[in-house]
Every structure is written in structure tokens, then in C-alpha cells.
């Protein structure tokens, strides 16, 4: 049987879809929506490109309208904190003095960015980009003459601002301390090939670099930025990207199991059964390896929320979805399906030169994930593929002429033999 009150903390991307895949399914109990911030649930990817140029505005990054949570009956509560949760009274106590009761619990807090530990790093002119408020920031600093701007961190958040600040016709120098740019997410060659199309555009890269300190004004602008060899680097406007931490303050001072995010079962369920936590916070059972991932994805906090909103309304199953990311830089579309980490072998399809190729990668000859640029239908076969297990080897991707279409369009009688 359905519970008859559920709460979900965090009004993000992951939270917001609880809500609404819990009424898609028919639950007609009350449903609570708790956020921090005083907007509407809003679209993060476009804080980074289209909000920054003013080519998406406000209006434009609103998930869903006033209308929708009171035609769906769904209380929205805004500008408020969750701050302590009573697992043994199923209650949350809010930072307005509120209480709200529950029967199910949904974690969807989201992360934090990380912060960059060196000196210089509270002056002005140093700012993270993670809500609508920093961006906010930003595109007024961004909205005025030339600045030499330095990024710290070249990940998506880092290489996608690189990529907009330069456009708006700004000095661009990207820090960042590992070899390569995205190295935790994409493939040396698709690494290398991005970095490449970054330079061509304008932007300085600066890799195995580290950051040892920021310096500014008498009155506290950030003007300087140090790296540990000594260089020192004009910047008047610098903005961290290192990554997120995952917000799990509430689920620890519960009592629930946290690491890294918070630690869920196959089901996205916490060590208290009626709580679940999901998105960016949350620490699951990845179905393939065997071992607890946490990903920072729209398509992931969506897929986690339909899994627990339909386990709520009691359709319970694992969540098993194959995981993908997109990012837009440099005009250019990547798309990233399956998880590529740990890799012995790629075979490349398409012409790096034209911008149309993706890159397939296999692990002990198991074909783990795939990375396209420019061409978006081999990224929906690669998931599909991925799901059904009905991949090509890499001795077939090898073979002249091959595309990814030409395969999928086989009968699965002739594609599945191909990979026992």
C-alpha cells in the first residue's frame, strides 16, 4: 500500500521529478517539496552557456510554473531549510520553526562545489558557480569589458564557462592540476581533441598546474593568481571549479550511513528503509562493477527519481539505468553514454578531423561506454546497446566501414553471437 505523506528535500532537478513521477503514477497522498532557494525549481546545465550570454533567461530556466504545483496539489515550500530529521518520529524540523511529518522520506540535496583551499581564496572576484544566485554574479561581472578571467579546474563546469567567457570576448586561462582536461571523465583522445578545439578558440590551458594562492587589492579584489612553480598569473575575476562535495549533513546527523554521499541499497533506499536519497547526494550500487558510484547528472537524479517514485506507489525494482552526460563547449555537442573509467582499449568510428567521431571503449573486451561528438544517434544506439548488452567487439568496430547505425540495424540473432 501506498504511504500517504511523502517529503522531499531539495527542489533541484531530482527532487521536483519525485514530485511529479509520484503524481504521474496516481499517488494522491500529500506530497512536500522543500528548497533552500527562493526560486522555482530551475535548469542548471544553462548556468554555464546560454544564461551567462543572456541567450536564456530567467523565465527560460523555470522547470515548471506556480500553476503546475497547485494543479497537481503538490506544496512547494521556498526559502526555507531543512535542518534536522527525526528517523524515529518521521519528522523534519525546518529553519522557519515549521515541522512536517512524513511516511517517506526523499534525500535530493544535491552537492556543493568544492571548495579551493589556499590563501586569497574569500577575496572579491572569487566566485563558484553552482545556483542561479552565483550565475547571477557572474553574468554581471561577465556583461562588461575585456577581463582577464582564470578558471581553476578543467571539468565540464570549467571547460563550459572557459568556453562562454572567451565567446563574450574575455581573456580565458584554465588551471587545472591534472595531465589533461576532464580526466576523470572522458578518454585521452577525446581529452586531447577538446583541449585542442579550447586553444583554437583562444583559451589558455595551463595543465599539471596547481593553485598556491590568490592575492588582491588593498581593497580585496582578486588580482593575482600563483601556482605552486611560482608563475603569477593577472586575474580579475577567477572562479573555482574543482568539483562538488555531496550534501549530506541532514542523512549524517540522522543517523544514516553516509560517505562520499549518502550510502543507498540497489533500490536507492538508506539504512532507514523509509528514506531514500537520490542525485547528486547519493552513493548506489553500480550494476555493473559491483561497486557504490555517485554521479552528478541531470539524467541521473531524473532516472533515480521515476525508480523511487514508482517504488513509493509500489512498483519496487533496482535502478539499472545506463548512465549518460552531455556538455556543450567550443559549439560543439559531447555526449557521453556508460561509464568509460578503468578502459584497456577504444577503437575510434568517424573523422576527429570533421568534428563527427566517437570513441568506443571496452574494458577486458566488454564495451563499457561510448563518447560521440557531432553525431547524436550514435550516442541514443550506444545506450540502447549498452542496456541490451548487444554491443559490437572491437574487432568488428575495427573493421572498415563500420557505423554503429549499420550494427544496431542487424537482427539481435546476428548481433548477439558476435560478443560471446
Not at 271 to 298: K, M, N, Q, W
Not at 355 to 364: A, I, K
Request: glycine share 10%; net charge neutral.
Amino acid at each position: 500500500m501506498a504511504s500517504r505523506s511523502v517529503a522531499v528535500i531539495g527542489a533541484g532537478q531530482g527532487g521536483l521529478d519525485t514530485a511529479a513521477a509520484l503524481r504521474a503514477k496516481g499517488y494522491d497522498g500529500r506530497i512536500t517539496l522543500v528548497g533552500e532557494e527562493p526560486a522555482l525549481p530551475y535548469q542548471r546545465p544553462p548556468l554555464s552557456k546560454g544564461f551567462l550570454t543572456g541567450a536564456i533567461g530567467h523565465a527560460d530556466l523555470t522547470l515548471r510554473t506556480e500553476s503546475f504545483f497547485e494543479a497537481q496539489d503538490i506544496e512547494l515550500v521556498t526559502g526555507d531549510r531543512a535542518c534536522h530529521i527525526d528517523l524515529f518520529g518521521s519528522r523534519i524540523e525546518l529553519a522557519s520553526g515549521g515541522r512536517l511529518d512524513y511516511d517517506r522520506l526523499v534525500l535530493a540535496t544535491g552537492s556543493r562545489p568544492r571548495p579551493l583551499p589556499v590563501p586569497g581564496a574569500d577575496l572579491n572576484g572569487v566566485l563558484t558557480l553552482r545556483t542561479l544566485a552565483d550565475a547571477e554574479a557572474l553574468r554581471a561581472l561577465l556583461d562588461g569589458p575585456p577581463r582577464q578571467v582564470a578558471i581553476v579546474g578543467a571539468g565540464f563546469v570549467g571547460l563550459e564557462l572557459a568556453s562562454t567567457a572567451r565567446s563574450l570576448g574575455h581573456e580565458v586561462t584554465v588551471v587545472e592540476a591534472q595531465a589533461r582536461v576532464l580526466a576523470r571523465a572522458l578518454t585521452p583522445q577525446l581529452s586531447r581533441w577538446l583541449a585542442d578545439r579550447h586553444r583554437q578558440q583562444g583559451v589558455r590551458l595551463l595543465t599539471n598546474s596547481e593553485v598556491a594562492a590568490l592575492y588582491g587589492s588593498a581593497s580585496g579584489q582578486v588580482e593575482v593568481l600563483q601556482l605552486r612553480d611560482g608563475t603569477r598569473l593577472p586575474a580579475d575575476l577567477v572562479v573555482i571549479g574543482i568539483g562538488v562535495l555531496p550534501r549530506t549533513e541532514l542523512a549524517a546527523d540522522a543517523g544514516l550511513l553516509v560517505g562520499d554521499g549518502v550510502i543507498v541499497d540497489p533500490r536507492l533506499r538508506t539504512t532507514d528503509r523509509s528514506v531514500y536519497a537520490i542525485g547528486d547526494c547519493a552513493r548506489f550500487p553500480d550494476s555493473g562493477p559491483g561497486r557504490h558510484i555517485r554521479l552528478e547528472s541531470v539524467q541521473n537524479a531524473s532516472g533515480q527519481a521515476r525508480c523511487v517514485a514508482a517504488a513509493i506507489c509500489g512498483d519496487d525494482a533496482p535502478y539499472t539505468a545506463v548512465p549518460w552526460f552531455w556538455s556543450e563547449q567550443c559549439a560543439l555537442r559531447l555526449q557521453m553514454a556508460g561509464l568509460t573509467a578503468d578502459h584497456d582499449e577504444t577503437v575510434t568510428v568517424g573523422d576527429p578531423d570533421e568534428g563527427r567521431f566517437s570513441v568506443l571503449c571496452y574494458r577486458e573486451g566488454t564495451l563499457v561506454g561510448v563518447e560521440s561528438v557531432g553525431r547524436p544517434a550514435d550516442h541514443g544506439i550506444a545506450r540502447r546497446l549498452l542496456a541490451t548488452g548487444a554491443w559490437p567487439t572491437a574487432d568488428e568496430a575495427r573493421a572498415p566501414g563500420f557505423n554503429l547505425k549499420s550494427f544496431a540495424l542487424k537482427p539481435p540473432s546476428q548481433r548477439l553471437p558476435a560478443r560471446a
